[in-house]
């Protein structure tokens, strides 16, 4: 096959019946016109190639190459933003041809062949899609050739909800409702306090029995309430704080956190 | 009824099926190089009258249409099994303990503004209907509940929803919020009494069922 | 051709007839309470197949379409269908052979840049959709065909592409990298007929031509 593929003889014939796609040809000017109707340089060399008249399997590479050069020096008119891509290919090409014609001790990786019978296979690639491209088109097609129903009554579907909703969720939800909307009344519980008045008068009453240092806690009620002893410690403690202010008390710590100690001061 | 049909009737049939619109017989053999289509549409109107479509003369125009027995598959209903939403539940709600109620009452109770689909929506499922308008300024539109409701919900009447106390009892007030609920619960035996004296009797009655039977 | 049609021939011709868009065979059995409707599929495609209009199946879904021999009769003075460039028909012909293909690799095949709008074209027309990425580096959008795609162009399936079996078994939807190294390593006239040996091997990569790959 790659023997077959890559038929280094120049056909003679093909010289000159490769003019652009449907066009008579009709002087230069027309040529590049001709280059905005290839889909880029493959194209052009596919249909260059075509116009072998033989399977791409059985192209000559090397015709095909002066065909394409020879084209592109005809185009005089290249614009050259559409012509750049086929410029580059005719560059290849040409280095595609001396390489081929080289000897082939002379040849660096990859080797010209394997260059040439890529391109074939590309072009052999671009050359089925083509074919299957007018196959497509030509088949019988919608709305051209076959055609659905012109007035088609419609389907419809109307959508219907069968909505769900239990026993529970209805008197739950009027339940949690009443619950948030009750109007919220903030009530303070009676709770057992030791007054600050009484925490003074009792703090200063004991103080006046004893002389020495004694600790905040013995100031407290023993028993009762737990929250009776919570509010009296706190109370006692302001208490304590007030009579060192009036000059009544001294108060001592030894260290953060430690036992308060308080005294009388003497008069 | 046996037939290959012949040219003829398969173009009419043809072009009758892509047509836009009905075509008159005169059209339809303009349309085919001024053929006798006359044959050809009874033959087609003999074959397709047992089938799923007919071709019928309306008007003197021909066109294919579905078999007047089956127009109902044109049309077709689905059902969606579809979950109340919480606020629709909680309207439902509202007009089942203090019907008949208007919007604007379902919303001061509610304390949020309550969008005219959820009352659709409470409709469309059968359970609450208009119940007239209220005599005062505004005369706002009122509602109340179905029979479908009573049903659905297994309720012989609406005096068999629970009251409050019930719900209470029943723990349904407790899920929220504990110490919320606790000051609720504390504070509850006044707060009824403040938000029940203006109520309508019938909504009353309905909180302490026990006491009105 | 005797048949008088049973009533779910009847249902789903009628359903078919007055549908919108081509349906399933599922959609079909669901629009007609669950029925299983693939006996009915298949003996109204037989009755029709004589006649003007035909049942036919693109794509797994069914619909009516005029005979193609009457295209004549019943093409329009306004060109219903779009004309497509000769880029976007090769390149509407390549996702159709390679699907799901990489806009990389649509270039690769045509040996030139790809304008963006030639794809939107393609997918404008409701005959190309984007069928995700490929999990490779830069992780490219890939395009396959669509079922209208299938519909237009009159196929049942995408095995009915014109020639694909053909240049499937010729190794034409293969990379030229891929066909280069078969014919490297094979010696060449066992290279054809390695590629030719399993039609059917060749019929199940075309699902999956990335696999294949």
């Known amino acids: 096959m790659i023997e077959d593929g890559l038929l280094f003889e120049p056909l003679a014939e093909t010289g000159e019946d490769w003019n652009a796609p449907g066009t008579a040809p009709s002087g230069d000017a027309a040529l590049y016109l001709e280059l905005d109707g290839w889909e880029g340089p493959l194209d052009l060399l596919l249909d260059l190639a075509r116009r072998q008249k033989v399977d791409l399997k059985a192209i000559s590479i090397l015709a095909l190459v002066d065909q394409y050069i020879s084209y592109i020096e005809r185009a005089e008119a290249l614009r050259l933003e559409i012509a750049a891509d086929y410029l580059v290919m005719a560059a290849w090409l040409a280095y595609l041809k001396s390489a081929l014609l080289l000897p082939k001790e002379e040849q660096e990786e990859p080797g010209p062949e394997e260059l040439a019978l890529r391109l074939q296979l590309r072009l052999q690639r671009l050359g089925a899609m083509r074919e299957a491209a007018s196959r497509l088109l030509a088949r019988d097609r919608l709305g051209r050739d076959v055609f659905a129903r012109g007035a088609p009554e419609g389907l419809r579907i109307d959508r219907k909800n069968d909505w769900q909703c239990d026993w529970y969720a209805l008197v739950s939800s009027y339940a949690q409702l009443k619950a948030r909307n009750e109007p919220v009344f903030h009530m303070v519980r009676e709770r057992p306090v030791m007054t600050l008045d009484s925490a003074l008068d009792r703090v200063s009453a004991m103080l006046g029995v004893r002389l020495d240092w004694m600790e905040l806690r013995e100031f407290l009620p023993r028993q009762g309430d737990l929250r009776l002893q919570r509010s009296a410690l706190a109370s006692s403690f302001v208490a304590a704080l007030e009579l060192a202010r009036q000059g009544r008390a001294e108060i001592r710590q030894e260290e953060i956190f430690g036992p308060l100690h308080l005294r009388r001061v003497a008069a | ?213």
């Open chain 2, 1 to 213: 009824m046996t037939e290959t049909p012949d040219e003829l009737q398969r173009a009419v049939e043809a072009t009758l099926f892509a047509a836009e619109e009905p075509m008159s017989a005169e059209a339809l053999s303009q349309h085919l190089q001024g053929a006798d289509v006359g044959p050809a549409l009874s033959a087609l109107e003999a074959h397709y009258r047992q089938r799923g479509i007919r071709l019928v003369e309306r008007g003197k125009r021909w066109q294919f249409q579905t078999a007047p027995d089956l127009a109902h598959l044109l049309r077709r209903e689905r059902e969606q099994v579809r979950r109340l939403s919480r606020a629709a539940t909680e309207v439902l709600a509202i007009v089942a303990y203090h019907e008949p109620v208007s919007r604007a009452e379902i919303e001061a109770i509610r304390g949020v503004q309550t969008s005219a689909g959820t009352l659709d929506v409470l409709m469309e499922a059968g359970w609450v209907r208009v119940a007239g308008r209220r005599e005062v300024p505004g005369r706002p539109v009122i509602y109340a509940t179905t029979p479908e409701f009573l049903s659905h919900f297994g309720l012989a009447s609406r005096r068999d929803l629970p009251g409050i106390d019930e719900l209470k009892a029943a723990g349904l007030l407790d899920p929220v919020d504990d110490a919320y609920d606790d000051l609720v619960t504390q504070s509850s035996p006044d707060a009824e009494d403040a938000t029940e004296e203006g109520d309508e009797l019938d909504a009353a009655a309905l909180e302490n069922p026990e006491q009105s039977a």
